[in-house]
């Protein structure tokens, strides 16, 4: 059976959301506008740009996109620059699908030079040959596209992939690609937020390709039944 697996890249590769979080509020902060991390949360997946616009449309007041933009990486890189991580297993779990010959992608919301970022700084920059950006789609998470162009790059078909994400704006982009989902905890602990997953973990480090197969074959099961 083909299988291919697509990687959410904040909060599945690198332990990196938290340092989002802080960056996102300090850089909005500055222009006047105060968000709790709980309202910043219900946004995770999603571009800056798509954010940005729910913010003008709920409190009434245009924001400098730019100069966000510029503000929240400076803030991130700096923040990350030391304390960023690669979550246990990832390697591990790399390295059995390189043995399988299982390809794989990154797809995030997030501009490629964050990705880039994140990768260099954990030692996985050259790992993954197939990387989709919030920039190389129209429309982001919760949309399909960013996993239907990821699937696209490794020659898989949508319903050969499994979709790893840990936000539940990811997890509905990629059920609806029509891809099999496991959602992790490493973001929000409420299973409710995950719920378009098929099968919801505490973290990655428990994925091996013999659960990988089962979801997948699952999947097929119930869909030709």
Request: include cysteine; charge should be negative; aromatic fraction near 8%.
């Amino acid at each position: 059976m083909n299988m291919g697996v697509i990687f959410d890249s904040d909060g599945v590769i690198v332990d990196s959301e938290h340092y989002s979080l802080v960056a996102f509020r300090q850089a909005i902060a500055e222009q006047g506008i105060s968000i709790s991390p709980e309202e910043l949360w219900q946004w995770c997946g999603l571009t800056d740009e798509s954010i940005i616009k729910r913010l003008e449309e709920k409190y009434q007041r245009r924001i400098d996109l730019q100069q966000f933009i510029k503000r929240k990486f400076d803030i991130y890189f700096q923040l990350a620059d030391n304390g960023l991580r690669a979550f246990p297993g990832v390697t591990e779990l790399l390295d059995m699908l390189d043995e399988a010959n299982i390809p794989y992608a990154l797809a995030s919301s997030g501009p490629r030079r964050k990705i880039d970022f994140n990768l260099k700084k954990v030692g996985l920059q050259e790992r993954f040959k197939a990387i989709v950006s919030g920039e190389d789609v129209l429309q982001s998470k919760p949309a399909p596209y960013i996993y239907l162009r990821a699937a696209e790059l490794i020659n898989r078909s949508p319903a050969e992939c499994i979709a790893i994400e840990d936000s539940p704006n990811g997890l509905l982009g990629a059920k609806r690609a029509g891809m099999v989902t496991i959602g992790l905890r490493t973001t929000f602990k409420d299973d409710s937020l995950l719920r378009e997953a098929d099968c919801i973990l505490d973290s990655i480090d428990q994925i091996n390709l013999q659960l990988l197969y089962t979801l997948l074959n699952s999947h097929h099961k119930m869909n030709t039944s």
